[in-house]
């Protein structure tokens, strides 16, 4: 996952945003913190830090709090009744967040669900008061592009676009024209290939419309002929790992440190694009 902000260039931090990304995690990841999510109140682990200052990671997870109630039988008075139930029993993740890029790499299991780890996240990320809004968003396994590139043939695009607060100019035309009047909150253009021929998707407006939407994190659905999907929202790199139930925290840590820095750009690669460029 990657952290993001509604500022510009949501995808790509400056080296201000960046030092200002690190306060603000340090800020967010408080153990002293929690949140209700889904009736669940959800607590984090003090974090640990990497030896190199670049990782910090710890433990998310929720407990209940209230009491549950079930319908029994009563085979007494031959009628229904409630009766408190015990709490269901907690339980918790391991996270891991990247420091100069901003991604997350999380674990789950079968009470805490990718988008559930998602949603809890972005709630801690925006609970300390801040001028910025942070997001978390899967990375998709390959860019829009990209996919389009493979698949050639479009039969369905949906694009969604919400309405900006305050920056109207970076709006694509299409969104001006049709939410400010409107007063609409949301704009969703869903465009269909007709029986015959797939869409064309070589013209200006969409593009501008669906590198909008990207960039701001508002999503971007399509479907192949052949019945090949994409979807920002979903197409998410997850790359699973076995942890036994016994690990302790600190070899549980190790192992998703090892397995995230695999998946991190390689800063060799980028430092000889630069060169190329120059």
């Keep these: 996952m990657q952290i993001t902000t509604t500022d510009r260039h949501p995808l790509q931090l400056s080296f201000f945003d960046t030092q200002h990304l690190v306060d603000h995690i340090n800020e967010s990841l ?16 003090r974090p640990i830090l990497s030896r190199d200052g670049e990782f910090i990671a710890g433990r998310l997870g929720f407990q ?26 907690g339980t918790l993740i391991h996270y891991i967040v990247h ?3 901003g991604r997350i790499a999380v674990e789950t ?15 801690f990320f925006n609970k300390p008061y801040s001028p910025r ?8 396994d390959m860019t829009f592009d990209e996919w389009v590139s493979e698949v050639r043939e479009i039969k369905t695009l949906q694009v969604r676009i919400d309405r900006p607060n305050p920056n109207w100019s970076a709006l694509p035309g299409i969104g001006r024209r049709i939410i400010r009047p409107s007063n ?7 465009l269909r290939a007709t029986a015959t021929q797939p869409l064309n998707l070589d013209n200006e407006e969409i593009e501008d419309l669906t590198a909008y939407s990207i ?15 994409y979807n920002t929202k979903t197409n998410a790199k997850n790359r699973r790992m076995p942890v036994d139930e016994d690990d ?9 440190l090892d397995l995230f820095q695999a998946t991190l750009p390689d800063e060799t690669d980028q430092h000889e694009e630069a060169v190329q460029d120059e």
């Design 30 to 45: 408080n153990p002293e913190s929690y949140l209700i999510y889904r009736g669940r109140q959800w607590r984090l682990s």
């Design 64 to 89: 209940t709090v209230d009491l549950r109630h079930e319908m029994a039988y009563n085979e007494d008075t031959f009628d229904f009744e409630k009766r408190e139930a015990p709490p269901a029993r």
């Design 99 to 101: 420091y100069p890029s």
């Design 109 to 123: 299991n079968k009470d805490i669900s990718q988008k559930a780890a998602r949603a809890v996240l972005e709630k």
């Design 133 to 140: 809004k942070y997001r978390v968003e899967f990375i998709p």
């Design 184 to 190: 609409a909150q949301h704009l969703d253009v869903v």
């Design 215 to 229: 960039s701001h994190g508002q999503g971007v659905s399509a479907e192949s002929t052949r019945g090949r999907r």
């Design 248 to 256: 302790i925290p600190r070899r549980r840590f190790m192992r998703l």
